[in-house]
């Protein structure tokens, strides 16, 4: 199953690409499956913006210029919430889900205590693995703050600010933080992603395998590819390289999701 399980289209904030430009190229990459994940920040400051109108996107969807395109590939239903600790959030995101019924949701932290990992200026006065460490323990603390999402997203994020010439995540950075996210995810049933916007912020298509041997050991089983492309180009971004990675650190499934439950699809 080739399924890009993380993309963005011009109903996020970020990004100008049209629903048809996205579909159009993950057909011609050869994908089955994609799961559209627009930006929801309940309320990153200053950007109210970013909260996807997910009903405006289904009709567009729905419209009858994309049946060509429907017809060639299967398009679910998600959303990448970006978490922050407001109150109310766990009811809001569970309200979300009901309202649009989703299949998928990413939580994902963009901020992180006040900073954003994708400038330089959350490496200073930190080395690497402190600033890892610090990442990967808030998203720990955010995403108990919801019930509903399937998926971690982007545990690897700040690579994209790091300035230093070692810019990928290694186990060895975090390994009680990460031990303690895998731990919280794999017992509550939910997975985490391969997200290759990281292989492309670091220049190539690989990752610290020891990080997803240690998922894999401590008993994780759902796990998804995302190319996060903001742009038709990135559709299945590095899709081989990633599920070659994830054979290789000794899973034999990869997910995709339907109303929030994993399908699981050998890895052939
Ligand atoms: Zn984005
Ligand atoms: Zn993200």
């Known amino acids: 199953m080739r399924a890009d399980y ?48 997910l009903g405006a996107r289904a009709e567009a969807l729905a419209a009858a210029d994309l049946a060509p395109l429907r017809e060639k590939i299967t398009v679910r239903q998600g959303a990448e919430v970006g978490l922050l600790d407001l109150p109310g959030q766990r009811a809001h995101i569970h309200q979300l889900v009901e309202d649009h019924k989703l299949d998928f949701v990413i939580a994902s932290c963009h901020l992180c205590q006040g900073e954003d990992p994708y400038y330089t200026d959350f490496f200073r006065k930190r080395t690497r693995g402190e600033a890892f460490s610090l990442y990967i323990s808030e998203l720990v603390d955010l995403v108990k703050t919801i019930d509903d999402f399937s998926v971690v997203g982007h545990i690897d994020f700040p690579t994209k600010g790091c300035p230093y010439e070692d810019k ?101």
């Open 168 to 268: 990928m995540l290694r186990y060895t950075d975090a390994p009680d933080a990460i031990d303690d996210l895998f731990r919280y995810v794999i017992d509550r049933g939910k997975g985490i992603e391969v997200n290759t916007s990281i292989f492309r912020a670091l220049g190539k298509d690989t990752l610290d395998l020891a990080w997803l041997k240690r998922y894999k050991e401590l008993g994780g089983e759902i796990i998804t590819i995302g190319s996060d492309a903001h742009k038709p180009q990135d559709v299945g971004y590095a899709w081989d390289s990633a599920i070659s990675l994830i054979r290789e650190a000794g899973f034999g499934y990869i997910a995709t999701f339907r109303q929030m439950q994993p399908v699981f699809h050998k890895i052939s």
């Open 6 to 53: 993380h993309m963005h289209t011009e109903f996020s904030f970020d990004s100008n690409a049209t629903l048809h430009a996205q579909l159009q190229a993950a057909i011609e990459r050869e994908l089955e499956e994609i799961c559209l994940t627009d930006h929801y920040e309940p309320a990153y400051p200053g950007l109210p913006l970013w909260q996807v109108d």
